[in-house]
Structure formats: structure tokens, C-alpha cells
């Protein structure tokens, strides 16, 4: 199984649990598109996949769901016998929660593949994913137990479901799937890595790796004309503070692209906005592209971590200022004043402030222009992803080359 690195494609078993198609997620999008990079780059790919929208809402779907993610006999001998007949040089697994499970964790174990697995979110630590609980930041699992989230039905609003997770997560730590059988994890910014260290997990076993984003070709005139959010329209994301703020900016443009639980709450607090603030629904991604163009600005308010939200490096793929709540993921990536503006998150009067001080001279805004294109370049477009993604392979393989010998 072993590779001469760097003279032939190598072969790659990706490894992905869906989330359900009424709630599509970033993360199955990374997964696709990370796919077709390693296609493209001449890899030979062969994937592992399980739908959550194959779970129905019964009683006996959701206990089946529970007891798979703590282990799933099914995925182990797909998993296994796949690596019997695709031969891998490595699996990259992204989300296996519920279906999948850290089993086929232990099939590549138990077959000698090496594991590369990337954490998009923070189940390893909490039971919601997000380090999140009632609207504000919470890490009182991280490190420790997750009888907090089980209190506090941090998963789905369920006690049930909460101790399901937290039990299958306890578990995987006890008996080491995780630690021992993954050889590296990916992690998508400096900040998420500061937050695994701080559980106790070896330094060694990470690389930072952020998210990418197709070109959508180098940035033309933009027209200004409006502040943008583009993303799902739910608590975490900020939403209430962003048209907070709005109401401390008269005449300001503001064009909300999305879809969610809270659109009907913030149609109607938009509506005492007067008609400066427009919501848009879900757009195709070329919608999305020409409203990011013509934008002053992207606003992300979030008032969660986030892992990596990809409508920032799709900002600086056209050039575009982003403002952004200073915490988590945002933190990490965006600079002030050389990729935009930040403010304190969950403040209407920062956010406000910071879009005012967005609203400078076209020589400062021609500036981040320029910075942004190139920090997409260098760090988030398919050739950066895809050198970035083989390194790592390349340099996983060669230890487990070294240690099988």
C-alpha cells in the first residue's frame, strides 16, 4: 500500500454523512467540492457516503440514528471492504455524525490505512457542535464532560438526544477511535486549534487548513451599492444584531440573501426599516457572485465560533471588504483595517460604528481590494487548496511509510 510520493496520483477513500437537504449545509458543499479538487488534480477518488434524510422523524429512525453513531456495524464493513477493493493510499473522512461513526475509523485501522479527518465543526468537544448555548458562547464541555450539554438539552432542544451524543462522544474518547486512529486532523483556522489543544488533544495531530472557494475571476468596478449578509437566517448567525444596527444607520443600503427559521421575525422588523433593507430568499451561486460584486461590504455577525464561513473567502475572492464579528473563526481571518472592519459581537452600536468606518475613500477601499484578491489567492483558491491537500497526504504517508518499516 505504500507510495512513491510526488511520481504517481494517489488514491484517496473520502468519507461523508450528509446533512438533510432541508437544511443544507457548508460542510456538504466543502465535501463535494474537495472531491471534484482531488479529480481535478488527477487523484482517483472513490467515496463512502450516508444521507440524513434517509432517517424519518419515527421513534424507532431516531433510536436507530443514536445507537449508529456510536457505532456503526454496517459502515465498518463498507468502509472495510471498500479498502479491499479500491486499495487507498489514505481516507479523508469530513462529518460521520450519526451514520457513518468512528467505526470505519476502525476499519482503516484495522486494514493499516492511514486517517485524515477534518473538523468543520467542534463535535468533539460539545454536543451542539457550535460551543454554543442560549444565544451565547459556551465551552463548559471542552475538556472535561458533556453532562453540561446533556443538562442543558444543548442537542436539538432533547435531553434524549443530548445524552445520546454525549455518551457516543465519551465513549469514542475512552477507547481512543478518535486520538489514536486518525493520524492527522485538519483543522480550518488557528482559532479552532486553540480550542482542541485546550480539550487535551496532542499538538501534533493537527494541520490548519481553511476552506476554499471556486474563482469567480479577478475583481472588476463595483458599483457600491449595498452592504450584504448572505447566509442561513437562523439565532447564531446574528441576524437580530445586524438589523439592530440598521436602525443607527438611515439610508444605508442593506440586501439579506438567505433562507431560515427567523426570515418571517426579520421581514417584519425589517419592515419598520423603510425599504433600505431588501431580503432576497435563497439565490443561485451567480446571483450571490454579482450581489458580493456590487457590494460596499460583507457583513458576518455571527454570534457563534462558526468553523469557516465560506462567504468570506468568497468576499475576498471578488475583492470585497468584509466586516465581521471579532470572535472565532472570523477572528482569525479577518484583519483590521487590511481585509475590512470588526466589532464587538452581539453589539449593534460596534457593528454600526464599524459599517460607518467602512464608508471611506475609494483609495483605502481599493486597498483591501487588492489585499483580499491576494489573501484568496495564497490561501483559499483550488490550486492553494489543492497543494495545501497534498502536503499534508504526502507527509501523512511518509510517516506511516517510516513507522511500517
Not at 449508529?68 to 465498518?76: I, K, L, M, N, Q
Not at 449595498?226 to 438589523?243: C, I, N, P, Y
Not at 489573501?375 to 497534498?390: C, K, Q
Request: hydrophobic residues 40%; aromatic residues 6%.
Amino acid at each position: 500500500m505504500s507510495i512513491s510520493i510526488g511520481t504517481r496520483p494517489m488514491r484517496i477513500l473520502v468519507a461523508h454523512n450528509y446533512y438533510r437537504s432541508s437544511s443544507p449545509s457548508g460542510e456538504d458543499r466543502v465535501f463535494e467540492q474537495e472531491r471534484q479538487l482531488l479529480q481535478d488534480g488527477g487523484h482517483v477518488v472513490h467515496s463512502v457516503v450516508r444521507r440524513n434524510d434517509a432517517i424519518s422523524d419515527s421513534a424507532r429512525d431516531r433510536l436507530g440514528a443514536a445507537l449508529a453513531a456510536f457505532w456503526s456495524t454496517e459502515s465498518y464493513k463498507e468502509v472495510r471492504d471498500a479498502i479491499d477493493r479500491f486499495r487507498p493510499d489514505v481516507m479523508h473522512c469530513h462529518n460521520l455524525f450519526p451514520q457513518l461513526s468512528p467505526s470505519i475509523l476502525a476499519a482503516c485501522s484495522d486494514r493499516a490505512i492511514p486517517v485524515v479527518q477534518t473538523l468543520h465543526n467542534f463535535r468533539l468537544l460539545c454536543a451542539n457542535g457550535l460551543l454554543l448555548r442560549a444565544g451565547r458562547i459556551c465551552e463548559s464541555c471542552v475538556g472535561r464532560s458533556m453532562l453540561s450539554g446533556i443538562r442543558h438539552a444543548c442537542y436539538r432542544h432533547s435531553r434524549y438526544a443530548s445524552a445520546a451524543v454525549a455518551l457516543s462522544v465519551s465513549a469514542h474518547r475512552l477507547l481512543g477511535l478518535h486520538s489514536d486512529r486518525v493520524q492527522k486532523f485538519i483543522v480550518l483556522t488557528e482559532f479552532a486549534l486553540t480550542r482542541f489543544l485546550a480539550a487535551g488533544l496532542p499538538p501534533e495531530k493537527f494541520a490548519v487548513r481553511p476552506n476554499w472557494v471556486p474563482d469567480p475571476g479577478r475583481p472588476q468596478t463595483s458599483s457600491q451599492e449595498h452592504f450584504l449578509f448572505v447566509g442561513r437566517l437562523s439565532a447564531e448567525k446574528g441576524l437580530r444584531t445586524l438589523l439592530a444596527a440598521w436602525r443607527l444607520l438611515p439610508g444605508q443600503q442593506l440586501v439579506i440573501i438567505g433562507d431560515g427559521p427567523l426570515r418571517q421575525e426579520l421581514e417584519e422588523l425589517a419592515t419598520q426599516l423603510g425599504p433600505h433593507v431588501q431580503f432576497r430568499g435563497t439565490q443561485p451561486p451567480n446571483r450571490v457572485t454579482e450581489a458580493m460584486r456590487q457590494a460596499r461590504a460583507l457583513v458576518v455577525p455571527s454570534e457563534c465560533y462558526e468553523g469557516l464561513p465560506l462567504v468570506i473567502p468568497e468576499a475576498y475572492a471578488s475583492g470585497v471588504p468584509v466586516i465581521a464579528a471579532r470572535h472565532g473563526a472570523m477572528a482569525s481571518i479577518v484583519k483590521e483595517p487590511t481585509n475590512g472592519q470588526t466589532f464587538e459581537p452581539g453589539s449593534p452600536e460596534s457593528l454600526a460604528d464599524a459599517v460607518r468606518r467602512m464608508v471611506g475613500t475609494s483609495q483605502y477601499l481599493s486597498a483591501i481590494a487588492q489585499n483580499n484578491r491576494k489573501a484568496y489567492e495564497d490561501s483559499f483558491s483550488p490550486p492553494a487548496a489543492l497543494r495545501s491537500l497534498t502536503r499534508i497526504y504526502q507527509d501523512l504517508l511518509t510517516e506511516h511509510r517510516l513507522a511500517c518499516r
